[in-house]
């Protein structure tokens, strides 16, 4: 499935300052002018995911320092190619990250402690439009993609 052609635009509706709306138009019969509405930072979280762990019995220093390469995720059945959640997004949703996973944690005399690394996410939440008769049809509302930007750290002793 290719892409027959591809734009980007921004446009900020009235009082909407962080509204981008970008529409390809895909090669699938049936398709048409899809695009993302409503395009919006919902800030940063953390992975669910342990990306590294150190532990130990103190006295001691806990200590993580690695690279990893890590992917964009995305809501479950978005009805857009990814060319379109890209260019609605402003990041290639295909590429991996590399990201710099490093620190440091001193675990007390006495204690067993346990450092686990999980990847920091920035996200964006969309509705994806599509072009029905000249006229824009939301199809689905309230989808999400996240990139990679660090780390985020956990740390439990017992």
Not at 74 to 88: F, T
Request: glycine letters at 12%; a positive charge; proline letters at 1%.
């Amino acid at each position: 499935m290719g892409l027959l052609g591809m734009t980007a635009s921004a446009q900020a509706a009235s009082g909407a300052e962080h509204t981008n709306i970008a529409s390809v138009k895909s090669a699938k019969i049936g398709g048409g002018w899809k695009r993302l509405t409503n395009v919006h930072s919902i800030g940063t979280s953390c992975g669910k995911q342990v990306i590294a762990s150190a532990s130990g019995r103190g006295k001691m220093t806990l200590r993580i320092d690695d690279t990893r390469s890590v992917g964009s995720v995305l809501s479950k059945s978005i009805e857009a190619s990814k060319g379109v959640i890209s260019a609605g997004v402003g990041w290639d949703v295909t590429k991996s990250h590399s990201i710099t996973v490093s620190g440091a944690k001193d675990v007390p005399s006495g204690k067993y402690g346990t450092l686990n690394a999980y990847t920091k996410y920035a996200g964006k939440k969309f509705d994806v439009q599509v072009n029905d008769q000249n006229s824009w049809v939301t199809i689905q509302k309230v989808k999400k993609a996240y990139k990679p930007i660090g780390v985020c750290f956990k740390y439990t002793q017992k």
